[in-house]
């Protein structure tokens, strides 16, 4: 399959290729859900753009150099009747694009090819990323990220506090894009990933997160570490496992009769589906 920004989303792309969005989707570690995550996959569970997802899509746009047309292909949901101008409630895009455009270095990381689609084999399945900002000559590739804030927070599974990068796992992201593309282009080692985030604070607040070279390779041991998991699940060699609290296990929970007292988390026998 010939990946281009039309299909790189669909159901049939997922199923061909692994990304890092479907890697943690799949590790519970790290929030995932097999069930759900494999659902999506399928083709069975769709979500919903939320008001987040549009207004990050809305930045990523800007940086493509296509936010009018993002802007027109979503007027109902983003902007007034003109098709150009952003509802009060996501006034706060603006301001993000406005931020990261008067800034200097956010402007110098972002530099170079857009939204590049690269694709390689790696721990026995195929893998696909698309980068944001694709700067090979300089040495570097980085992603951007629309974030509420910088606050740490409690991640139950390490019991502390901690960054938002390790909140929601981009440290793996960051290194499988560029193993991804250490092995597509067939270099030696690899470039340098960062990720320019901007949050969607009253102003907004922007950094350069760095640092996530020197520890390529232990990220990697441990993505190695969870793809036999993966394709087995992909592959319908295993089932998977529900997680009991997202959309995909409520929507498919059947109710249960619950002793208050002796209440007990959801188990795979409370669902339709096997």
């Not at 769709?46 to 746009?61: C, F, N, P, R, W």
């Not at 980085?142 to 910088?150: E, G, L, N, Q, Y």
Request: proline fraction near 3%.
């Amino acid at each position: 399959m010939i990946l281009t920004k039309d299909n790189y989303f669909s159901s049939e792309a997922s199923q061909l290729y692994c990304g890092s969005t479907q890697f943690k989707g799949f590790v519970p570690e790290l929030g995932g859900c097999e069930a759900m995550s494999l659902a999506k996959i399928r083709g069975e569970f769709i979500q919903e753009t939320s008001s987040d997802m549009l207004y990050g899509k809305a930045v990523h746009a800007w940086s493509e150099g296509t936010l009018l047309e993002f802007k027109r292909a979503n007027m109902k949901e983003l902007t007034k009747a003109d098709g150009v101008t952003f509802l009060a409630k996501y006034k706060g895009i603006q301001d993000s694009i406005d931020a990261i455009q008067n800034d200097i270095n956010m402007m110098a990381v972002l530099d170079g090819e857009k939204e590049v689609i690269l694709t390689a084999n790696m721990f026995g399945m195929d893998w696909k990323i698309m980068i944001d900002a694709y700067n090979p000559l300089v040495g570097f590739f980085s992603d951007i990220k629309c974030m509420r804030d910088f606050a740490f927070k409690y991640d139950e599974k390490q019991g502390a506090r901690v960054s938002f990068i390790k909140y929601w796992g981009y440290q793996y992201q960051m290194a499988i894009y560029a193993e991804v593309e250490r092995l597509s282009t067939g270099r030696d080692d690899w470039l340098i990933p960062q990720i320019a985030a901007v949050t969607k604070q009253d102003p907004p607040n922007k950094d350069i997160f760095i640092g996530f070279y020197e520890k390529i390779p232990q990220l990697l041991l441990e993505v190695e570490m969870y793809s036999p998991r993966i394709i087995a699940l992909k592959s319908g060699l295993e089932q998977p496992t529900r997680c009991g609290e997202c959309d995909y296990c409520r929507l498919t929970k059947q109710a249960r009769f619950v002793d208050f007292d002796s209440w007990a988390p959801i188990s795979d026998d409370d669902y339709e589906e096997d």
